[in-house]
C-alpha cells in the first residue's frame, strides 16, 4: 500500500506580512493513521525539501498525541525535511493521495498545473483522493474527463466560512473552501465548527478541518481495502 502525501510550499500568508504553509496536525494524524496501518507514505511539495509549517500550527494549544509523536520522530523529521519534487511523482506509483491543508494550498497547489493532473490521473485510475480542511481547496481546477469540476454533484466537506471568519482570515485567502466548493457544483455538507466532519463519495474524502485529519485518513483506508 503506497500512499503519496502532497504539502505546500507557500510560506506567506497573503499581504500580511505573516507566515503560512502546512497544517501540523493535518499531516501528522493521517501519517499514523496510514504509517500504522502498513503504508509506504511518500511526501511532495511542489518545491521539494522542508516545506513551510504554518507557525500557528506548531502552538502549545494546537498539540495533540500525533503532533507529538511526529516532532519526536526523527525519521517522520528526515522525511519531511526532504520531501521529493511534485513534478517527479506519478499517479501510477501509488494505491491513493492524500492533500493535508493549511492555507499554503490555497496559493499554490489550487493552481499548480502538476498536481491538478495528478488528481485528475489518480481519479482516472479510480484511485482514492483524500483531502482536508483547506486542502479541499486544491480540487478547485480539477475536471472530469468529461470537463465537468471534479466536485460538482458529489457529496464535498472543506473549511468553513464561519472558521475561516473566526480566524479572522476571510479577506486574506484567494478563495474561501466552502464557497468554491458550492460554486463548483458540490454537495457541499458541514458538522458543527472545529468537530470531525467526513464526506466521502466514491473514491473522493473530504474532511473539514483539523479535527477531521485522523477521520479522513481512516476513510482513505476503508476505500483502499475495499
Given amino acids: 500500500m503506497k500512499i503519496l502525501m502532497v504539502l505546500t510550499s507557500h510560506d506567506q500568508l497573503g499581504n500580511t506580512g505573516k507566515k503560512t504553509g502546512f497544517w501540523l496536525e493535518e499531516l501528522a494524524a493521517p501519517y499514523y493513521a496510514l504509517k500504522d496501518a502498513g503504508a509506504e507514505i511518500t511526501l511532495a511539495s511542489p518545491r521539494g525539501g522542508q516545506p513551510p509549517l504554518d507557525p500557528k500550527s506548531d502552538d502549545a494549544d494546537a498539540q ?3 503532533t507529538r509523536r511526529f516532532k519526536a520522530d526523527t525519521e517522520a523529521q528526515k522525511v519531511l525535511a526532504t520531501t521529493v519534487l511534485l513534478s517527479s511523482v506519478e499517479a501510477a506509483d ?3 493521495v492524500f492533500y493535508p491543508g493549511g492555507h499554503g494550498p490555497l496559493w499554490d497547489l489550487a493552481e499548480d498545473a502538476k498536481s491538478i493532473s495528478l ?3 489518480f481519479v482516472k485510475a479510480d484511485k482514492p483522493v483524500a483531502a482536508v480542511c483547506h486542502a479541499p481547496g486544491v480540487l478547485k481546477n480539477v475536471k472530469t474527463e468529461a470537463g465537468e469540476p471534479l466536485v460538482q454533484g458529489r ?3 472543506g473549511f468553513t466560512n464561519t472558521e475561516e471568519e473566526a480566524v479572522g482570515l476571510t479577506d ?5 473552501v466552502e464557497d468554491m466548493l458550492t460554486a463548483n457544483g458540490g454537495r457541499y455538507a458541514k458538522g458543527e465548527d472545529w468537530a470531525s466532519f467526513v464526506q466521502v463519495d466514491r473514491k473522493l474524502v473530504t474532511g473539514q478541518n483539523p479535527a477531521s485529519s485522523r477521520e479522513a485518513a481512516e476513510a482513505l483506508l476503508t476505500l483502499l481495502k475495499a
Avoid at 172 to 176: G, I, Q, R
Fill in 155 to 157: 457529496a464535498v466537506a
Fill in 172 to 176: 486574506v485567502v484567494p478563495f474561501l
Fill in 119 to 121: 488528481i485528475e490521473a
Fill in 64 to 66: 495533540t498525541d500525533d
Fill in 94 to 96: 501509488f494505491d491513493a
